[in-house]
């Protein structure tokens, strides 16, 4: 996929940033590559950030995560002999996508802030040239743009037909928490709080054929608009679900 199908900005000096904060080629001496990062004041950001598939949790995840039992899995309808195509439209750093698709589903990534979308590129093309992720990385296609405006179109210029939708916006509470990690907070200086998420919702419940899963923190309310047909809860997130028709054959 080139960067203009993709619509992601090749030119990394071009991408908007706040202020004080830097996109930059590093070196990764573990995988002898060179990695994209953001990069702001350690004090107030912590650790610069990138996206790794290969090594780090990504990696203890796809070994030791639990596979189909996993509450993401669960809610997107993965089960023996169930493999639906997913597009997650609230892509981020693209771990949960990873582990969709880590479980064999094809999965359309769409995201809508440039640098993040940057930064998700660069990890999957690291992912396809490693051994270990090159068939995971294989399955995982990206779109920059907003799916709140034209989820139909970024979906069909994609030639892709998701059954389901996997919908992740940020949750604005969470930002208040002292808790908050520093890794979290670089992330959320660029991404904001996603106010638009009852569009998204909206836009999503048109475009999946089967069904529409929201995370959202275990105590939250559900995105305003219709109710969840039912709702699967973890530890911290809950998935509400909103089922069109089933996926079993
Ligand atoms: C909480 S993060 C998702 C994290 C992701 N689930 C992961 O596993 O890394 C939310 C992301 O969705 C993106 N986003 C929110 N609304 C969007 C929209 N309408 N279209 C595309 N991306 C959107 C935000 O920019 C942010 O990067």
Redesign the pocket.
């Known amino acids: 996929m080139s960067d203009v199908e993709s619509g992601i900005e090749s030119d990394i000096d071009k991408i908007a940033l706040p202020d004080g904060l830097r996109l930059v080629q590093v070196d990764d001496v573990v995988q002898g590559d060179k990695r994209l990062a953001l990069v702001g004041d350690e004090k107030r950001y912590g650790k610069p950030l990138s996206v790794d598939f290969v090594a780090g949790k990504a990696a203890h995840r796809r070994r030791f995560g639990g596979g189909r039992g996993q509450l993401v899995a669960k809610a997107c309808g993965l089960a023996k002999g169930v493999t639906p195509s997913i597009v ?12 969709l698709a880590g479980l064999g589903a094809q999965v359309l990534l ?4 440039a640098a ?1 979308a940057a930064l998700l590129q660069d990890g999957l093309q690291r992912a396809a040239r490693h051994s270990d992720t090159a068939e995971i990385a294989a399955r995982m296609m990206l779109r920059h ?5 034209s ?1 139909a179109e970024l979906v069909a210029s994609a030639h892709f037909m998701p059954q389901v939708i ?6 604005p509470h969470r930002e208040k928490s002292a808790l908050v990690k520093k890794e979290m907070r670089l ?1 959320r200086e ?3 709080d ?1 106010n ?2 009852p ?2 919702l909206e ?1 999503a419940l048109e475009v999946a054929t089967h069904r529409v899963v929201v ?1 959202r923190p275990r105590k939250a309310p559900p995105i305003a608009g219709p109710a969840p047909q039912h709702t699967l809860e973890g530890k911290t997130s809950r998935y509400d679900v909103y089922v069109h028709r089933s996926l079993a054959r």
Request: no cysteine; charged share 30%.
């Open positions: 997650d439209a609230t892509a981020g750093l693209g771990r949960d996508a990873f582990v769409i995201e809508r802030v993040i743009g907003d799916a709140a405006q989820l996997h919908l992740d916006p940020m949750f992330f660029l991404a904001g996603d638009d998420a569009r998204l836009a995370k």
